[in-house]
């Protein structure tokens, strides 16, 4: 007989019972017994509450809430996490991040994924350049030198993503409220000057006053490298106007 | 063995929480769910029915005593608690009585109340309840009260621990050794068959 089949027959025992009539008449002298005994009990509704909270926190194994904590900070990270008001050197960055992460994993229009791709990978880049304009002299050298890093990084992947996003041919045009139809023509107003002049012809070019995303990037990067954070953030202001568009 | 879910755990967690308040009713839920178990455990220590049955009110009883009159902070469970009663009220029992150590006698077989087993189910038990009540009053006195609280009642070892006052190491250590023992006396039994 191996040990476990000893401990199968000893696991059998478990169903030797006493008998019923025995348990049932000793329960009534006993329940008589308890009863001719101390006073009434009372527990208050407040008292019960922290009772039955306390016991089903020991009960349950302490594994189990850790898990219960994971899922909770993922699933809140992954639905609320890009709408975290926190830059880079905040905790909860990675939160933000996950959540990004997962809901560009979901994706399967490329052109949209590419888009949301630009937006998230812009809106690093601003919070990085924002980050180390705040950030004084004393600042810690490998953090800065981390946050560089990833600028560049965010800053290729913005590049490499605007074609497929389809933004900077539709956006490197000046907008249409600044024309009118007129019957000579296409009618171009000079932005903010208020004169008009006739078009020559319908396929006359508008004038372009808004720059290629790209070469709005190529800016803010080179102003970003001479260590000219606010410029870069203007410059990065004007792109993300022309990504969003 | 089975191990006991959270659910289960939380009712008993909260039956020993009333009890500390000293709630009657809370006493004769914990009856109801430990009744088996205690009686179960008594009868495999002295081996009498009878007696089993007689002791197994008096362990109730010292135990709503006991809850009365103390706070109940040195028990951990409840079923710590009660075993620990059943434990010295055995004690106690064997200093008056000088019993030898036996199960029933084939005069006064053991009756197995479970309506939901099988025809074979019951010889098998049957069976393996014959191997045990010739061989478990071999076993030494603290052998055998490992094996009846681990593998029968299915007490967790922290609370053997507890019941017995050893540490968890030397209630794993005192297991292998009960049940290396039994398996032996099985053993030669069968060879001498």
């Known amino acids: ?245 | 063995m089975t191990n006991r879910n959270p659910v289960q755990k939380f009712k008993e967690r909260n039956l020993f929480s009333r009890l500390k308040k000293k709630d009657k009713d809370a006493f004769i839920e914990a009856y109801d769910l430990y009744v088996d178990d205690i009686h179960r455990f008594v009868y495999f220590k002295i081996g009498n029915k009878e007696e089993a049955n007689d002791l197994t009110s008096i362990i109730f009883l010292k135990t709503w005593e006991y809850i009365k009159n103390n706070s109940l902070t040195d028990s951990r469970t409840l079923r710590a608690l009660l075993y620990k009663v059943a434990r010295t009220s055995i004690i106690d029992y064997y200093r008056q009585n000088q019993v030898v150590s036996s199960l029933d006698d084939d005069k006064h077989p053991i009756e197995v109340i479970d309506d939901s087993q099988s025809v074979i189910e019951q010889i098998n038990l049957n069976s393996d309840l014959e191997i045990i009540r010739k061989k478990l009053p071999e076993l030494k006195m603290e052998y055998r009260e490992v094996i009846i609280m681990r593998f029968i009642n299915d007490l967790e070892l922290e609370e053997i621990a507890e019941v017995t006052g050893k540490t968890k190491g030397n209630v794993r250590v005192l297991l292998f050794r009960a049940l290396k023992a039994l398996r032996e006396l099985i053993e030669e039994q069968n060879k001498n068959n």
């Open chain 1, 1 to 245: 007989m191996t040990e476990r089949e000893l401990i199968k027959k000893l696991n059998n025992l478990q169903n030797v019972k006493p008998d019923a009539s025995w348990k049932t008449s000793h329960r009534e002298i006993l329940l008589s017994q308890v009863q001719n005994t101390c006073g009434d009990f009372h527990v208050s509704v407040l008292e019960n509450f922290w009772m039955v909270t306390r016991n089903v926190f020991a009960s349950v194994p302490q594994f189990a809430w850790a898990s219960v904590a994971i899922v909770l900070f993922l699933t809140t990270g992954i639905f609320f996490g890009d709408r975290l008001p926190v830059g880079p050197n905040n905790s909860l960055y990675i939160a933000r991040v996950i959540s990004e992460r997962a809901k560009l994993g979901t994706m399967s229009d490329g052109e949209a994924k590419s888009r949301l791709t630009v937006q998230y990978a812009s809106e690093h880049i601003r919070d990085i350049a924002s980050t180390l304009s705040e950030a004084d002299n004393n600042a810690d050298a490998a953090s800065v030198a981390k946050l560089n890093d990833t600028f560049k990084t965010e800053m290729a992947k913005v590049k490499d993503n605007l074609p497929a996003a389809k933004i900077s041919d539709d956006t490197a045009l000046v907008t249409i409220a600044d024309s009118e139809i007129s019957t000579t023509g296409l009618v171009v107003y000079t932005p903010g000057s208020g004169d008009k002049k006739d078009a020559v012809a319908t396929s006359t070019p508008p004038v372009v006053e808004v720059k290629d995303a790209k070469v709005i990037l190529d800016e803010a990067e080179k102003l970003f490298n001479e260590k000219n954070y606010s410029g870069a953030l203007d410059k990065l202001d004007e792109a993300s106007k022309v990504i969003k568009q």
